[in-house]
């Protein structure tokens, strides 16, 4: 039986290549700041808000680098995948705006709002139980049955490319806004944004500290970081539903070599800096991307005196689930 090849590591030629393909479909999404959080903290926060991305989240650079990225013949046939949300509906905005078919496994426990989303830009939804392997056995149907290109949600280097776009944009912005920063906080769950990030920086910007924010009931990162292998829980539960997934090969390469630390914050912690994000910057976000508010908030001696980068992954919320209304 003939070995698999090794997956493709993109470089920085690739985020360069993706950030002029994708560029007619995305915003440039502001960086915001807050003297309250700022005082809060002891740092200087500045917040890349891809809450206002088009669909709602970061992982539409990622989508359509892939989908406008496709051959014709390959974009026939359509695009698949299988997503808690945000790449579900940003696949299904890419694929829609190159008039081609999208089918999405989705958790039939994901957000009804997300879902919702995913039909609006034309997707086709075929629900899953809430765990890994239900979600990999029965994309493995859809895909067998529509013959669709596969677009990981994470595991792909024209995703990864794609997120990449985010942190290069986000230095960009910070030349008029005083300079670079010390650090970027982001989220992690399967490791698109931070695999994108550390491929950027370490181009770029290698001097910044590239810290992932992980949910304790989820942080199956955070324990593969510190083991030095990857280690996969099946079903974790928790509120931040983007953060669910385990990391893979690809993502694994950039955690393991770029990295600088990962830290968590519990449920209650995550929520409160949801909560506190909403009432005083008044901007929509979803629990995932609260995560690393969260854990600055927790650790602000490792934060004090600094300039922080906090990307803001994403704000497709259920607005009748909010997560204090369980409280």
């Known amino acids: 039986m003939k070995d698999a090849e090794p997956m493709y590591i993109p470089t920085f030629d690739d985020v360069i290549a993706a950030h002029d393909r994708i560029r007619p479909y995305i915003h440039r999404t502001p960086v915001l700041t807050s003297s309250?959080?700022?005082t809060l903290t002891g740092a200087e926060l500045f917040f890349k808000c891809e809450n206002f991305?088009?669909?709602?989240a970061f992982k539409v650079r990622g989508a359509s680098n892939a989908v406008f990225g496709l051959s014709d013949e390959l974009a026939e046939k359509g695009v698949a995948t299988h997503s808690s949300g945000n790449?579900?509906?940003?696949l299904s905005y890419a694929a829609g705006r190159r008039g081609i078919p999208c089918n999405v496994v989705m958790p039939r426990t994901a957000p009804e709002a997300k879902k919702a989303a995913v039909r609006g830009y034309g997707g086709i939804i075929t629900e899953c139980e809430p765990s890994t392997s239900s979600r990999e056995e029965v994309f493995a149907k859809v895909q067998a049955e529509t013959g669709s290109e596969f677009v990981h949600p994470y595991n792909d280097p024209r995703v990864i490319a794609?997120?990449?776009?985010?942190?290069r944009?986000?230095?960009?912005?910070?030349?008029?806004l005083g300079?670079?920063?010390d650090i970027i906080v982001a989220p992690i769950g399967g490791g698109g944004m931070i695999s994108g990030t550390c491929l950027t920086l370490s181009k770029i910007a290698p001097d910044i500290q590239i810290i992932a924010a992980e949910p304790e009931q989820a942080d199956d990162a955070y324990r593969s970081f510190k083991a030095g292998h990857i280690i996969a829980d099946d079903a974790p539960v928790t509120i931040a539903d983007g953060l669910k997934v385990p990391l893979k090969e690809l993502t694994w390469h950039f955690v393991s070599n770029h990295l600088t630390d990962i830290l968590t914050a519990s449920e209650q912690e995550i929520i409160d800096a949801m909560k506190l994000t909403w009432q005083r910057m008044k901007i929509v976000m979803e629990a995932s991307c609260a995560v690393p508010l969260a854990t600055i908030l927790k650790n602000k001696e490792r934060f004090a005196g600094k300039r922080v980068g906090v990307i803001i992954t994403?704000?497709?919320?259920?607005?009748?689930?909010?997560?204090?209304?369980k409280t």
């Open 53 to 56: 991305q088009k669909a709602g």
């Open 36 to 38: 309250y959080f700022n």
């Open 162 to 167: 794609g997120q990449g776009t985010c942190s």
């Open 179 to 181: 300079g670079p920063v």
């Open 169 to 176: 944009e986000f230095m960009e912005q910070m030349q008029d």
């Open 87 to 90: 790449h579900a509906l940003s």
């Open 314 to 325: 994403g704000g497709n919320v259920d607005l009748d689930t909010l997560p204090w209304m």
